[in-house]
């Protein structure tokens, strides 16, 4: 059950993408799409940010290489359903075949203008001859208007597509932004099992590019986690295509809130669809001395079983949340100066139970759909939001039976 998501409202075409999805065959479903191909502009630019699993995935392997050849990318090829991680040497093969083919219908294109992406069960071997058939037609089918089309062919299990469209003005003319995104198990921080694509047409330089998809995943896909377990195939793309005549630079505050926003928002809706997930849980540390310190007393209260299946149970067991705070692994934590609220009432001041709290207030909040939980540590300036789901029933399900 997704917590507070709806189906997307409508996508907003980027000028210099086009898109298209198709069933392979790697899905058993014939309804159901599982090969997403996305064609960019020639001059457009493009930043990744991929997973830290040493065991990362054969496509990631040769993302990172063709990045590296410093060439304008064309192609992004992306299937669901199966990760071609686990598959050694041929899992790499296959991955280049994969973008091969893509090259061969685009012409006179090289292979290193192809990235490949995957997600799905690990350690299968890729069907890369049913993908490579139906290349062309993804290339028959492709259209600028297909960005739902394309959230939904990258889905594993994901209840819903998650996407968004934003629009922004900049110097007096309009600016989109268009990103889609998929995950919902396996994620955690240092990115997640997840691949998100985000499109504008404004036109950016690559090195601020590059700086604003650092600067967009660490405040959203980074700040995610419902499992503690990285995945081996995460990717995240950022791509500025040019075609608005719009140029961005440092300084302008109103397109980098707008794109931090769609990043935050494709985040948040990977927590909302999380496995089995019945709650959508907001972590705010704040007056940390460092963002570290932050972000690690949030991870170690939203990783922490005993918090989440409390959540879950809508257990206003406290006391758990408490524990969680002070074994975060940070060298100074003052408990004489926590303050921690559950919503808007005070379970903790200066590091004892708050003589206002009664059980009730606590319950009512734990009963929600939507928890906010904050730790005021009262030691620095520094603030940092995590955001996690419950641990229920379904999540075990749902991962006994992946394979079956």
């Known amino acids: 059950m997704a917590v507070g998501l709806k189906q997307p409202g409508k996508l907003l075409p980027v000028l210099g993408v086009r898109l298209s999805a198709t069933h392979s065959g790697i899905k058993s479903n014939l309804d159901i799409t599982d090969l997403v191909l996305v064609e960019i502009s020639d001059s457009a630019n493009l930043s990744a940010t991929f997973t830290t699993n040493k065991f990362c995935a054969a496509p990631v392997t040769v993302a990172k290489e063709h990045l590296a050849k410093q060439t304008s990318i064309r192609y992004l090829l992306i299937n669901s359903g199966n990760a071609n991680a686990g598959t050694g040497e041929q899992g790499y093969v296959d991955a280049i075949a994969c973008c091969q083919a893509v090259a061969e219908r685009a012409p006179s294109l090289s292979v290193d203008k192809v990235l490949p992406f995957s997600t799905g069960v690990i350690a299968a071997k890729l069907p890369a001859d049913q993908i ?42 309009t600016v989109t932004i268009t990103g889609i995104t998929k995950g919902s198990g396996m994620i955690k921080p240092d990115m997640a099992t997840m691949l998100a694509y985000v499109a504008t047409d404004a036109k950016i330089e690559k090195s601020l590019l590059d700086a604003l998809i650092k600067k967009a995943v660490a405040c959203s896909f980074n700040s995610i986690t419902v499992d503690g377990d990285t995945s081996t195939n995460d990717a995240c793309i950022l791509i500025a295509t040019g075609q608005a005549n719009v140029e ?157």
Request: charge should be negative.
């Open 132 to 173: 490579c058939k139906s290349i062309p037609r993804l290339f028959d089918s492709l259209d600028e208007d297909k960005w739902l089309e394309a959230a939904q062919g990258i889905m594993t299990t994901d209840t819903f597509p998650k996407a968004i469209s934003e629009q922004v003005v900049v110097s007096g003319e």
């Open 248 to 404: 961005i630079n440092s300084e302008s505050s109103h397109f980098i809130e707008a794109l931090i926003r769609v990043f935050k928002y494709l985040a948040q809706s990977i927590i909302r669809d999380a496995e089995g997930a019945t709650k959508f849980v907001e972590i705010e540390v704040k007056n940390a001395l460092t963002i570290d310190d932050a972000k690690e007393v949030g991870y170690t209260v939203a990783h922490s079983p005993l918090v989440k299946t409390a959540l879950f149970a809508s257990d206003a067991n406290w006391g758990r949340i408490l524990a969680a705070v002070g074994r975060a692994k940070i060298e100074a934590l003052d408990v004489s100066c926590v303050d921690l609220y559950l919503g808007g009432t005070c379970l903790v001041k200066k590091g004892i139970p708050d003589g206002e709290y009664r059980e009730a207030l606590g319950q009512l909040e734990m009963s929600k759909e939507e928890i906010k939980i904050t730790v005021d540590l009262n030691q620095g300036q520094c603030n940092a939001s995590i955001w996690t789901s419950d641990l229920s029933y379904d999540y075990v399900k749902i991962n006994a039976e992946y394979r079956s």
